[in-house]
């Protein structure tokens, strides 16, 4: 059990357009959802914190008008990159905890490439 | 501010020797200390990890040990083998409480490990 799925695996867009990624936990139910950006070689950012029914909450310097995060129910979050530029281009990864656990469980990601 | 540091950023073994990646973090308050192996292109796997009232935990090959007064967390892969080749993260988690929305894990640079045949 404990599996966590994302998509799209990867998208490419045009700057401007807006690109949104979805993140389900397929056999449990993630109380909480966490939003990550990874550059090649480099460790996960936290981006934001996901808690289903409530306004997320962003990390210090993500602009939170850029990255929208909804946790409409307890198997779904998205991540919306709004306006996109060159510059969001990265792997997003997403992860999911169960109520009361300590242990994260991640989603294979979506590579985002913005031209 | 929340920080952890992981040390050393790359590590290369011979096969069938240990391999030792060591981490710190700032948040004396931090109770709960995973470890997260990721191949590359591929989601980051939870190996092993460790809650603050314990100071050693063992899984086959795998061990963690934390030094929670000098805030020191440790992972030991003995007999390695090339399919132990990976980045391998540490993390710490921060925040009041267990499993609240108030708490998050911050992760460690990473250690990327090569194990030569």
Not at chain 1, 3 to 10: I, L
Not at chain 2, 15 to 28: F, L, N, Q
Request: aromatic letters at 10%; one cysteine or more; hydrophobic letters at 30%.
């Amino acid at each position: 059990g404990a599996v966590v799925s994302q998509h799209p695996s990867w998208v490419i867009c045009k700057s401007g357009t807006s690109v949104k990624i979805e993140c389900r936990s397929l056999d449990f139910q993630a109380t909480t959802m966490f939003w990550y950006r990874q550059f090649p070689k480099q460790s996960l950012m936290l981006m934001a914190t996901s808690n289903e029914g409530s306004k997320a909450t962003y990390e210090q310097g993500v602009e939170k008008d850029k990255f929208l995060i909804n946790h409409a129910s307890l198997t779904l979050s998205t991540l919306t990159v709004t306006s996109a530029h060159p510059e969001d281009s990265s792997f997003y990864i997403c992860s999911a905890r169960r109520s009361g656990g300590d242990t994260q469980y991640f989603g294979p990601g979506t590579r985002l490439t913005v031209l | 501010g929340e920080n952890v540091e992981q040390h050393p950023s790359t590590l290369s073994v011979q096969e069938g020797d240990s391999a030792v990646i060591k981490c710190t973090y700032s948040d004396s308050a931090s109770n709960y200390f995973p470890w997260y192996k990721q191949e590359l292109g591929k989601r980051p796997q939870l190996i092993i990890d460790i809650r603050s009232n314990v100071g050693e935990k063992k899984d086959q090959r795998i061990a963690v040990t934390l030094n929670k007064t000098a805030k020191h967390f440790s992972l030991h892969i003995t007999e390695t083998q090339p399919e132990d080749s990976a980045v391998y993260f540490c993390a710490a988690k921060w925040g009041r409480g267990s499993g609240t929305s108030y708490d998050k894990v911050i992760f460690g640079p990473g250690t990327s490990l090569s194990v030569i045949p």
